[in-house]
């Protein structure tokens, strides 16, 4: 027997069935489902690149790249859209107007906060279902799949995060789209709770063909070196190892063994140190000097952590970084 409630109540998303309707029928995910699951639970049980969308003039890039490293590692792509919608403000107006006139107005927002969320989800729906056909477009043999999830990006983002090989998301989100702040707010949120690589791409995408690590011996740098051994993405690119720091003995010979093991991987790496006054004044320029000089695809380098020589990846350092670069960064905890 039907339920006396009709499908279009419970596509309503103010409906208390809303949540278990849309998991049932289609891949919104709500934030009802647990960050951490069972395994036998799990959303997803196979690795992805996971890509983060927001409709901001990053989106495509953050495709493209997706598509190039799935491309690359034999993967899918997830892509996953988060959908905010914040409710009207409601004042207590029993003050001001009659009782009546004051539920009727009440009542009003309840009708229009159904009509945003019905709204920000077909809209949600309709950006990953373009996104996913501009990365069939290009790569069509490569499998992707499309999620949306309400609430906020970094729980979204864990909830997928023990299967995503690599998080990508675009330097700027949709809320700094029109001043010169040119990360999104989230980022560094996102890349302080993760230990999965995140890749922050820019608004252009090109194939890459060399990278540099900033490489200052700490154990992110060292897992930095391993990381991209064991990568097949780093067949056939140039790398540099760039280090700017005090002229340190044991820290240069760090480098130095760093160079070997890439170098006894089958990689092709040279070593740059800059040790000087002025490199150490100002080390964010340093590096993305030598990146414009180099023609450098991508920067690899720790994000947010406690390395040794602060100034180089701590805190503010990591966002003066991406600020000034136009190059993906990829950053590791």
């Known amino acids: 027997m039907t339920d006396s409630r009709s499908i279009e109540a419970i596509n309503d998303p103010a409906h208390p069935d809303f949540d278990a309707h849309v998991n049932a029928n289609s891949n919104v995910i709500s934030n009802a489902v647990p960050t951490q699951l069972p395994n036998h639970l799990s959303p997803l049980r196979e690795q992805i690149i996971l890509a983060c969308i927001d ?81 069939n477009k290009s790569y069509s ?44 707010s989230q980022i560094e949120s996102v890349a302080r709770a993760m230990h999965q690589p995140i890749l922050i791409c820019s608004t252009d995408f090109a194939p890459p063909d060399s990278y ?13 070196v391993q990381m991209i051994c064991d990568s097949d993405l780093s067949r056939g690119s140039t790398g540099y190892l760039v280090m700017v720091g005090p002229a340190d003995g044991e820290q240069e010979l760090s480098l130095y063994r760093a ?58 350092t990591t966002t003066k970084l991406l600020t000034q670069t136009q190059v993906p960064v990829l950053l590791l905890r």
């Open 55 to 135: 409709g901001s003039n990053v989106t495509r890039s953050v495709c493209d790249y997706a598509a190039w490293y799935a491309n690359k590692l034999d993967l899918p792509v997830c892509l996953l859209h988060t959908i905010m919608v914040p409710k009207s403000t409601r004042h207590d107006l029993s003050g001001a107007i009659g009782m009546d006139s004051r539920q009727a107005l009440l009542s009003e927002l309840t009708v229009l906060d159904e009509q945003t969320a019905k709204l920000a989800v077909k809209h949600g729906e309709a950006l990953v279902q373009d996104a996913k056909a501009h990365i």
């Open 141 to 184: 043999h490569v499998t992707v799949k499309t999620h949306l999830r309400h609430g906020k990006l970094l729980p979204a983002i864990q909830h997928f995060s023990a299967n995503s090989e690599v998080i990508i998301l675009g330097r700027r989100g949709q809320d700094h789209s029109n001043n010169h702040v040119n990360i999104g």
């Open 212 to 224: 540099m690590l900033a490489f200052d011996g700490s154990p992110t740098a060292k897992k930095a």
């Open 259 to 316: 160079q070997k093991q890439m170098a006894n991987a089958g990689l092709i790496v040279s070593v740059h140190v800059f040790s000087s006054k002025q490199h150490l004044q100002d080390v964010v320029k340093t590096l993305t000097d030598f990146q414009v000089d180099k023609k450098v695809s991508i920067i690899i380098m720790g994000a947010y952590g406690h390395a040794k020589w602060r100034r180089l990846i701590v805190g503010s």
